[in-house]
């Protein structure tokens, strides 16, 4: 039985069986662990005299629309080549013991579907979805031409990945969704998030506010550790294996 089993907080180990309805937000972190870069980590080779905050905003898009979706095509590139990893299939394995079950997260690569987790709450959208930079909506197929970005089949407008950049909301029914799992969950986990990004910062204070059992799983010290019930430090692939065996334990 490895250390960090051994380890873990029994309260923690009661309140995660005990728990009726669980809500979980990822961040980049868990992604990192399937050897996917951090949105900011991952400016290297052609890209690495571009800033993530310059490619990934509107106005970028409108000044060199090829620019910002060759970018987006190489990222898609580094996650097609990535699989769900041990943290991603316990969060699968805990869905199926709770009752409820609300998975949130920051990323956008798709490894939890990939993994087996259902209803999925994107709050940042998919990198492999592609929408209409004029219309808004999402767009499945369209006339393959040598022009990047491709143009949409309905208007005409240029095609973009369904994403949330930076200057853009939130699409108000995500966030609330998001919003109201936080204040209804009896258990809620933030798993490798900065607790920096928001709106989705808000969240585990949300259930906390609501007096829900809050677990922070993260390498790192954030400025949410301070304020859970419990911080477990480690990476999520060791981490969240060992509480479903802790309080799971297979006959």
Known sequence: ???????????????????????????????????????RDAQTGLWAKYRAEDLATPEAFQRNPQLVWEWYAWRRELIARAAPNLGHRALVEMETRLQKFTLITQNVDGLHQQAGSTAVIELHGNITRTKCFQEGIVVESWAETDQAPPRCPHCGGLLRPD?????????SDILWAAMDAARACDFFFSIGTSALVQPAALLPLEALQHSATVVEVNP???PLSAHVTYAVHGLAGQVLPALVRAAWPSP
Not at 163 to 171: A, D, K, R
């Open 1 to 39: 039985m490895d250390e960090l089993f051994l380890n873990l907080p029994v309260g923690l180990i009661e309140a995660l069986r005990a728990a009726r309805h669980m809500a979980v937000l990822t961040g980049a972190g868990i992604s990192a662990e399937s050897g996917i870069p951090t949105f």
């Open 163 to 171: 994403v949330v950049w930076f200057g853009e909301s939130l699409p």
């Open 220 to 222: 790192d010290v954030t």
